[in-house]
């Protein structure tokens, strides 16, 4: 389960989100059933990560440069990220590459490097409302895991999350159906067959993200190839994020 705070808290608030997570995390026995990581905005990395101290919660960036090191103003290596204790990364939010073009070429190159930083890299995919509509979400989502993945060993690739995040549902209150989502998932997962093999794509994490909260939580991650959620604005509150967390601990000691 990834909280995606994207631009929002500030340092203080920031740190005590943090901290009320992890309280509620500890206090509801979730902290060994699901696999937890946040991702603050960059500036509050180390405060936020000090507060998560030695728990199970990561802590991830929101993205990460292409480049190693050098003359590139206002970028985040994946190096920095391990330095400041990130051990994942977020590539290819849909507010990179429709907000600022980021496209299937640079995202494969930020995947990469990452990957040899050693860190998690939860890559998102999503498609259109106008590419749904047309029919092509499957195709737009197949076309881009080709384009990301590219030539990675499958061994690289072990550690990359696939988060389906279709683009309408982003911060719209309109998620996808649980039968849409898991849909796709079920469609993600026969790409990743395709590109590596069965085990491969069995073993991968596909999650959700697109206005996940505390009451529709249950019925996707009820759906069996949806493996977590990304959240965006029900991670900014502690009780919520964790009541997601709960939701999805339920429904997997339910199957
Ligand atoms: P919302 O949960 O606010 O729709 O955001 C989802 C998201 O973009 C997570 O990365």
Redesign the pocket.
């Known amino acids: 389960m990834g909280g995606?705070w994207k631009m929002n808290t500030d340092l203080a608030a920031g740190v005590e989100l943090a901290e009320d997570a992890l309280a509620a995390l500890a206090a509801g026995g979730l902290e060994q059933s699901v696999d937890v990581a946040v991702f603050p905005p960059f500036p509050y990395l180390q405060s936020v990560g000090r507060a998560l101290g030695h728990s199970n919660v990561l802590l991830g960036g929101q993205d990460c440069s292409a480049e190693a090191s050098g003359a590139f103003t206002g970028q985040v290596s994946a190096a920095m990220l391990c330095d400041l204790g990130a051990r994942s990364v977020?590539i290819g939010?849909?507010?990179r590459r429709h907000g600022l073009g980021e496209d299937d070429d640079l995202l494969r190159e930020k995947l990469a490097i990452a990957l040899e930083s050693g860190l998690v890299a939860v890559l998102?995919v999503g498609e259109t409302l106008s590419q749904r509509d047309d029919g092509r979400a499957e195709a737009v989502v197949a076309a881009q895991l080709r384009g990301c993945f590219g030539t990675l060993t499958a061994e690289a690739a072990m550690r990359v999350v696939v988060?389906y995040?279709p683009v309408w549902?982003?911060?719209?209150g309109r998620t996808a159906s649980p039968d849409d989502a898991q849909a796709m998932h079920a469609s993600i997962r026969g790409v990743l067959g395709d590109l590596y093999d069965s085990a491969f794509a069995a073993r991968t994490r596909v999650i959700y993200?697109?206005?996940?909260n505390a009451k529709n939580a249950r019925a996707i991650f009820d759906r069996p190839d949806v493996d977590g959620g990304?959240?965006?604005?029900?991670s900014l509150k502690a009780d919520d994020f964790v009541s997601i967390c709960r939701a999805a601990a339920e429904a997997w000691s339910a199957t």
């Open positions: 995606n977020i939010h849909s507010e998102c988060a995040e549902a982003i911060g719209t993200g697109g206005s996940v990304l959240i965006g604005g029900a």
